[in-house]
C-alpha cells in the first residue's frame, strides 16, 4: 500500500470560485442574530466549513467568538435553555442543543511547551485562530453576523487544498504537530475518512515529529485510532502511522508484525507476505461487510503474537504455532493500555482465539464432537467468527480463494445446524449448582464445578443430549465416582 503525495497544484475550479457559502441551518442563524444583538463577531469554522463544500452531513459546530467565548456561550445557552460545560483552561465551551454539539472558543493562539500535556493559551486574532488549526482544509471561517452572513475567510488556500484533496498544514508542519501532536493522527484519519494526500512536506514533518504523541494522553490517542479503524478505509491512515513512525509508539505489537512471513500453499511453490500488509487486508476485506468496530479490531489484531510465535520448521517452513492463544491472552493487556472499553474484551479475546478453528473442521472425517465444541466454544460470536475467516482469505490465487470460501460454507452450514439442533447459543450445564450440592450435600466448592463441567464434557462429547433429564440421569449414575475421582486429584 503507497502512500499518496501530491504537490497540490492550484486549481481554479468551483471551490475557488466561492467567495460566500450557503448557512441554511436555522440553529446557526439564530446564534448569528444573537451575536448581533451582543455586539460580538462570531464565524462558524472548520469542520462545517469544509463539509459544506463537501457535501457531507454537518450536525457537530464549532464557532470561534472574537471576544469572551465563555460569556457568549452561556448567553448561547440560556437562549436555547441548555447549559454550558466550561473548559476554563483551554477558554472553550460546549453547549449542547437537541442533536446538536456546538463549541465555543475565543479568537486565539495556543501552543505545547516542550514535554507538556498542557497547552499554553492567549488571545489573539482571527487569523492567529486559523494559522493554528491542524490543516488548511480546516482553516476557514464564515462569519455568522447578518451584515456578513456567510462570508468566508480562508487566508491558506483551504478551499484549493480541498479541490486538490490535499492535506497541508496552515503553517510549517514541525510547528504544528509540535504545538498538537495528535494532530498527527488526525491526518491519518482524515486520509482514511476522506480520500486525501497527504502533502510531501507534511508527511515529513509527521516522521520528524513522531515522538512528539508521547505528550498525548491514552484517551485521545485510542479516540483517533478508533476513529481511523472506523473510517471507510482505515488501512490507508494505519499505513501511514505505520510509516511515519507513529505505530511504533501507540501499538508496538502491531508495529512488530512488520516483516516477512513464509508461506507454503498447495502447488508447492514458496510465497511471502508482510503480516502487518497481511493484516491490513484482512480489515479491508471485512470493512466491506461490516461497520461493527470491534470486528474489525479482531480482524486488525487476529495475528498479533506471530511476531512472537515465529518458527522455522525444516520442509515445512515457517510456523505460528499457538499465536491465536497467544493473541488473545495478550488482549487484555492491550485493552488496559490503550484504555479501551473493557466490556469489548471478551468478544475481541474470542475471536482472537478461534479464528482458525474453523479450517481445521474441513476434513470431512472431523468428528461431531469437534463440530459442537466449536459450536459451543464460540456462543453469540460464531456468525461473526465465519465473517472473520472468510475475510482472512488473502492469497491472490483465484483457484485457492474459491476452494477456501466453499469450505468455509461447508464448515458453518454443520457448525450451525449442530448449534441449533443442540441448543449450544448459550450453553452450560442443564443440572444447575444448587441442584448439585443438594444432592451430593455438598457447599459451595470447586467440586461443584468440576461436576458441572464434567456433565458440559458429556454433552459436547455427544453422550448425553443437552436436555435436562438425560443430564440428570446421567450424573446420578456418575456422581459417586466423580467426587472420588475429584478428591484424588485434588489430594
Not at 487569523?127 to 488549526?133: K, Q
Not at 490535499?166 to 480520500?195: E, H, Y
Not at 455427544?462 to 438425560?470: M, Q, S
Request: net charge neutral; proline share 4%.
Amino acid at each position: 500500500m503507497k502512500i499518496k503525495v501530491e504537490k497540490g497544484t492550484k486549481k481554479n475550479t468551483a471551490f475557488t470560485k466561492k467567495k460566500k457559502i450557503k448557512i441554511t441551518e436555522p440553529i446557526v442563524k439564530q446564534i448569528g442574530q444573537l451575536a448581533d444583538k451582543l455586539g460580538v463577531e462570531v464565524y462558524i469554522v472548520g469542520g462545517y466549513v469544509r463539509d459544506f463544500f463537501l457535501k457531507r452531513e454537518r450536525i457537530d459546530f464549532d464557532f470561534t467568538v472574537a471576544g469572551d467565548s465563555i460569556a457568549f456561550a452561556n448567553a448561547v445557552a440560556r437562549k436555547f435553555n441548555s447549559k454550558a460545560v466550561i473548559y476554563q483552561k483551554f477558554r472553550t465551551a460546549l453547549v449542547p442543543i437537541g442533536e446538536h454539539k456546538i463549541e465555543f472558543v475565543g479568537t486565539r493562539t495556543e501552543e505545547y511547551e516542550p514535554n507538556s500535556r498542557k497547552p499554553v493559551v492567549t488571545e489573539g486574532t482571527l487569523e492567529d485562530d486559523l494559522r493554528r488549526r491542524d490543516f488548511t482544509i480546516n482553516a476557514m471561517a464564515a462569519s455568522v453576523n447578518e451584515k456578513s452572513f456567510g462570508s468566508l475567510t480562508d487566508k491558506f488556500n483551504g478551499i484549493s487544498d480541498l479541490d486538490d484533496k490535499i492535506l497541508r498544514t496552515p503553517l510549517d508542519a514541525d510547528i504544528t504537530f509540535s504545538d498538537d501532536p495528535l494532530r498527527m493522527m488526525r491526518a491519518a484519519r482524515f486520509a482514511s475518512q476522506l480520500g486525501f494526500n497527504i502533502y510531501p512536506d507534511t508527511l515529513k514533518g509527521i516522521s520528524k515529529t513522531a515522538d512528539r504523541i508521547n505528550i498525548i494522553s491514552q484517551e485521545r490517542i485510542t479516540d483517533e485510532f478508533m476513529k481511523i479503524i472506523s473510517s471507510d478505509n482505515p488501512g490507508t491512515g494505519l499505513k501511514i502511522l505505520n510509516d511515519t513512525g507513529i505505530m511504533k509508539i501507540i501499538f508496538p505489537e502491531l508495529h512488530r508484525l512488520n516483516g516477512i512471513e513464509f508461506i507454503k500453499e498447495e502447488d508447492k511453490v514458496y510465497g511471502h507476505k508482510d503480516v502487518f500488509l497481511h493484516s491490513l487486508q484482512v480489515l479491508g476485506n471485512i470493512c466491506e461487510v461490516t461497520n461493527n468496530p470491534w470486528l474489525r479490531f479482531a480482524a486488525l489484531t487476529h495475528d498479533i503474537a506471530k511476531s512472537v510465535t515465529k518458527k522455522y520448521v525444516p520442509g515445512t517452513g515457517w510456523s505460528f504455532h499457538g499465536h491465536e492463544e497467544l493473541g488473545a491472552r495478550r488482549m487484555t493487556q492491550i485493552f488496559r493500555r490503550m484504555k479501551l472499553p473493557l466490556e469489548h474484551l471478551p468478544y475481541v479475546e474470542k475471536l482472537v482465539r478461534l479464528h482458525q478453528r474453523p479450517m481445521v473442521l474441513v476434513d470431512d472425517g472431523v468428528t461431531d464432537s469437534a463440530v459442537r465444541r466449536l459450536a459451543f466454544q464460540a456462543g453469540e460470536v460464531l456468525e461473526d467468527l465465519f465473517v472473520l475467516c472468510k475475510a482472512d482469505i488473502t492469497t491472490k490465487n483465484p483457484v485457492l480463494s474459491a476452494k477456501y470460501l466453499k469450505n468455509y460454507a461447508q464448515v458453518a452450514k454443520k457448525v450451525f445446524d449442530v448449534q441449533e439442533k443442540d441448543k449450544l447459543r448459550e450453553f452450560q450445564s442443564p443440572v444447575r449448582g444448587e441442584e448439585i450440592m443438594e444432592l451430593c450435600q455438598l457447599k459451595p466448592s470447586p467440586a461443584v464445578g468440576y461436576i458441572k463441567s464434567t456433565i458440559e464434557e458429556a454433552i459436547l462429547d455427544g453422550l448425553i443430549p443437552n436436555e435436562y433429564e438425560a443430564a440428570k440421569e446421567y450424573f446420578l449414575q456418575h456422581k459417586d465416582e466423580w467426587l472420588v475421582e475429584f478428591n484424588r486429584k485434588e489430594d
